[in-house]
């Protein structure tokens, strides 16, 4: 039986006239796209745009709620009430779902943006409001969980599709939530360093931490990040790589 995994990307992260990463070239590697939702970067041209392209390249449209934090790009941690992440979350999937339609598509999948993402895999009661009010929304759909963390277990409870991942170009620490940026190695850049270590990720059945420390998890699908320079030739690095590792690419 073949080996198969998913490649998704964050996208759609331009706003008005400032443009953010390659999108047409990602979306000529990955399966899913994660497209930004007008909240930490995005806006309605965008969305429409980058759901046309990733529709006409046969990828996945999810979307990608994170804080109404244009200026920190979702980064900064922001305290809300239940009720706030609730209607945050519906209001940014309502967005997407609508402009998928509107090009003849669908959102399939939604992930957790940045600062947002990150509260979530540390608070399985910040997971379950977030991912409650999206299957509130649409029953269906799959939602991307940082694995072995508390989205997956929230997930799971719920009894909800659902898809683990893992990131090509962030470092872990032993609890499999991931190093802070700015500490040293944090953000990995190399994209043969990266390739390396997702396949032998993969290999292993779970995530390698920092330290070494084998973390097994269900992983579904890898992340790269699409703001970086060095995002396009990641994503082509490690696709080539995990093809030549017996890898189909097809989305989850």
Not at 161 to 170: L, M, N, Q, Y
Not at 239 to 250: M, P, T, V
Request: glycine share 10%; hydrophobic share 50%.
């Amino acid at each position: 039986m073949a080996k198969t995994i998913d490649l998704n990307a964050d996208m759609g992260e331009g706003f008005g006239p400032w443009k953010m990463g390659n999108d047409a070239a990602l979306l000529d590697v990955v399966s899913s796209a994660n497209i930004a939702c007008g909240f930490h970067a995005g806006d309605a041209d965008t969305m429409a745009q980058t759901m046309q392209v990733a529709l006409e390249k046969g990828v996945g449209i999810g979307a990608h709620p994170g804080f109404a934090d244009l200026q920190g790009f979702g980064r900064r941690r922001i305290a809300l009430s239940d009720a706030e992440l609730a209607h945050m979350v519906t209001y940014q999937l309502g967005a997407a779902a609508a402009m998928a339609r509107s090009v003849g598509g669908e959102v399939r999948h939604l992930k957790l943006h940045g600062a947002l993402a990150n509260m979530a895999s540390e608070s399985e009661a910040m997971a379950r409001v977030c991912y409650e009010a999206a299957l509130k929304v649409q029953p269906d759909i799959i939602l991307m969980v940082l694995t072995a963390t508390a989205m997956e277990a929230v997930a799971k409870d719920l009894g909800c599709a659902w898809a683990g991942e893992i990131f090509a170009d962030r470092a872990y620490n032993d609890d499999a939530t991931l190093v802070t940026r700015g500490t040293p190695g944090a953000v990995i850049t190399d994209p043969d360093v990266a390739a390396v270590r997702i396949v032998a990720m993969l290999e292993a059945g779970g995530i390698i931490a920092q330290s070494g420390k084998v973390i097994p998890c269900q992983i579904d699908t890898i992340c790269l990040h699409g703001d970086g320079e060095s995002a396009v030739p990641m994503a082509r690095g490690l696709r080539a790589k995990l093809e030549l590792s017996g890898y189909d690419i097809h989305a989850f």
